[in-house]
C-alpha cells in the first residue's frame, strides 16, 4: 500500500468515525435535538443503551487486533441508521458514512473483501 493510499483510508475511516463518536456524546448528554428524534421515534429508552453501541463499535474499529469486529458493528449500525433515516423520511446520512468507512476498509485491507475459491 502506498503512502497516499494508506493516507486517504485513515481519512476516510476517520471521518465518519469522529462524527459517530459526536454522536454518542450528543446522546450521552442528552442534546436536545437528539431527544426530540428519539422521542419522536420512540426509542427514548434507548438512547444510552444506542449511544453506548456506537462508542463501543468505533472504538473495536479503531483497535487493531478488534478492526474487523469493530468493522462488522458499525455496519450493522449504521445498517438500522439508515432503516430509521429512511422510515422517518430524512435523507439517508448514515450511507454516506457506511459508503466511507467501506470504501476506506477496502483502500486498507482488500482481503477482508476478496476470498479465493477453495477447491474440495
Known sequence: MTKTTRIIS???MALPSAMLLMSAIMKFTQ????????????LIGY???????????VVLFWIPKAHKVGFLLLC??????ICMELA???FPTAAVFLALIW?????????????EAKTA
Do not use: D, H, W
Not at 47 to 57: F, H, K, M, R, S
Open 88 to 90: 422517518g423520511g430524512q
Open 10 to 12: 485513515i481519512v476516510l
Open 47 to 57: 438512547l444510552n443503551l444506542i449511544a453506548v453501541i456506537e462508542l463501543l463499535a
Open 103 to 115: 470504501i476506506g476498509v477496502y483502500l486498507k485491507n482488500k482481503a477482508m473483501f476478496l476470498q
Open 76 to 81: 450493522s449500525y449504521l445498517g438500522g441508521a
Open 31 to 42: 442534546a436536545q435535538p437528539i431527544v426530540e428524534g428519539f422521542t419522536k421515534s420512540g
